[in-house]
């Protein structure tokens, strides 16, 4: 059953997919509508799960379950990559590749593959303070306190010279 993203509790378990580039007005609406139509039928063990998700700097989407009452399982998960899947082929972007890494750079997500990191840190678009989103949050909470981070407190801390 879906609940709009604010009434969600900070423990809800969250997921964060990444697109390729930013979505057009159109394009959020059309994400918008499937998603919403998706979280009020997500179900898992044929039981109704609260779920929500939220569009973040136009280029983000983040689905949340809220497990205090009932946990999301194998099945429930892989339905959810599933109207991914669906939403990447209708709108041709890229959600469910992981390798990508993102920082923000002038209120925009710039992103980048492992290879090229060195290129973006040489050419000073990507420095010790730069915010980078880190992939690695398991709650709603984490969004506010451990998604956005200084590249120095992230895992490219090792990229620059200490």
Partial sequence: MYLPFEQMPESSRVWVYQANRPFTPEESNFIENRL????????THGDLMPTSFDIKYNQVIVLSVDESQIGASGCSIDSSVQALREIETA???????????SFIEKDQ???????????????GHLTEETPVLNPIISTKEDLKSKWVIPAK??????????
């Fill in 36 to 43: 919403t139509a998706f979280c009020n039928e997500w179900t």
């Fill in 91 to 101: 709108l041709e972007i890229n959600l469910l590749d992981k390798g990508k890494i």
């Fill in 109 to 123: 997500i710039t992103q980048s593959s492992l290879g090229k990191i060195k290129d973006h840190i040489d050419s």
């Fill in 153 to 162: 407190q992230s895992w490219l801390n090792k990229y620059f010279v200490n």
